[in-house]
């Protein structure tokens, strides 16, 4: 009389193989499944701010601040304290634009979905840095303007550099604030040997209290949002 064969036991549906399973060892233990997604998170925003050399940016935006505040305590004319800070305002905002520029390319687009929230808050995070900054080393000094003339030159220099990010690439991201710089300084040297009319798109030759000044710079910093957001810097490489 042979034996009844018992059956083997076979793996519930959609299981792997036993030989392609993981070790026990190896396995993620279940307690760790609720941390996992916040442990990736704050993983990634580490990577993309070191990729984007973010902590260096945080280190020249504030050598540009202390090298305003001391150079206030220096004895200027009239036109060099209102030039003074237009270049440390274009200064700090070229340093944000220059963070656009990725050391992926083509690879970090197609695989990074979450990069256009990452752009957006990097952006958006260094130009309040950079406008606190500068505003906080002109506090109590004689700071031309005034704190409402850093903040629309800070967001609209940076506006332009990211807008030149985005066409140019991050690389060449400088050419945008400095070029509008010397297009600033102009303006205001001419107000300064004489009354001027100015386009409110020149906002560095308007007074701080300007709105159209103010919406000119702004409509200019929120293009530049939301291009870099949508497109982030251009590579010259990947095309």
Same mark, same amino acid.
């Given at each position: 009389?042979? &034996?009844?064969?018992?059956?083997?036991?076979?793996?519930?549906? #959609? /299981?792997?193989?036993?030989?392609?399973?993981?070790? &026990? =060892?190896?396995?993620?233990? *279940? =307690?760790?499944?609720?941390?996992?997604?916040?442990? $990736?998170?704050?993983?990634?925003?580490?990577?993309?701010?070191?990729?984007?050399?973010?902590?260096? *940016?945080?280190?020249?935006?504030?050598?540009? +601040?202390?090298?305003?505040?001391? +150079?206030?305590?220096?004895?200027?004319?009239?036109? #060099?304290?209102?030039?003074?800070?237009?270049?440390?305002? @274009?200064?700090?905002?070229?340093?944000?634009?220059?963070?656009? /520029?990725?050391?992926?390319?083509?690879?970090?687009? +197609?695989?990074?979905?979450?990069?256009? !929230?990452?752009?957006?808050?990097?952006?958006?995070?260094? %130009?309040? !840095?950079? /406008?606190?900054?500068?505003?906080?080393?002109? $506090?109590?000094?004689?700071? @031309? #303007?005034? *704190?409402?003339?850093?903040?629309?030159?800070? +967001?609209?220099?940076?506006?332009?550099?990211?807008?030149? /990010?985005?066409?140019?690439?991050?690389?060449?991201?400088?050419?945008?604030?400095? %070029?509008?710089?010397?297009?600033?300084?102009?303006?205001?040297?001419?107000?300064?040997?004489?009354?001027?009319? %100015? %386009?409110?798109?020149?906002?560095? &030759?308007?007074?701080?209290?300007?709105?159209?000044?103010?919406?000119?710079?702004?409509?200019?910093?929120? *293009?530049? !949002?939301?291009?870099?957001?949508?497109?982030?810097?251009?590579?010259?490489?990947?095309?």
């Amino acid at each position: 009389m042979t &034996a009844a064969r018992t059956p083997k036991a076979r793996p519930a549906q #959609g /299981a792997p193989p036993a030989h392609l399973a993981p070790p &026990a =060892h190896l396995a993620p233990p *279940a =307690h760790a499944t609720p941390l996992a997604r916040p442990l $990736a998170g704050l993983r990634l925003v580490r990577l993309h701010l070191a990729s984007r050399r973010i902590p260096v *940016a945080l280190a020249t935006i504030a050598a540009c +601040a202390v090298g305003l505040r001391v +150079a206030l305590h220096w004895p200027w004319d009239t036109y #060099g304290a209102l030039q003074l800070p237009l270049i440390i305002e @274009a200064g700090a905002a070229t340093v944000i634009a220059i963070t656009t /520029a990725s050391p992926f390319g083509e690879p970090e687009r +197609a695989t990074g979905r979450w990069l256009p !929230v990452l752009r957006l808050g990097t952006a958006l995070a260094l %130009t309040a !840095v950079a /406008a606190g900054a500068l505003t906080g080393a002109g $506090a109590g000094a004689d700071l @031309a #303007g005034g *704190a409402l003339d850093v903040i629309r030159n800070v +967001a609209g220099l940076t506006g332009i550099g990211l807008l030149c /990010a985005a066409v140019l690439g991050g690389a060449l991201a400088w050419t945008g604030p400095m %070029t509008y710089m010397v297009v600033g300084a102009y303006a205001l040297y001419s107000n300064w040997h004489g009354p001027a009319t %100015t %386009t409110p798109w020149i906002w560095p &030759a308007r007074p701080p209290h300007d709105v159209g000044a103010a919406l000119c710079a702004g409509l200019v910093f929120a *293009a530049g !949002v939301v291009l870099i957001t949508v497109r982030g810097a251009r590579d010259p490489a990947g095309e």
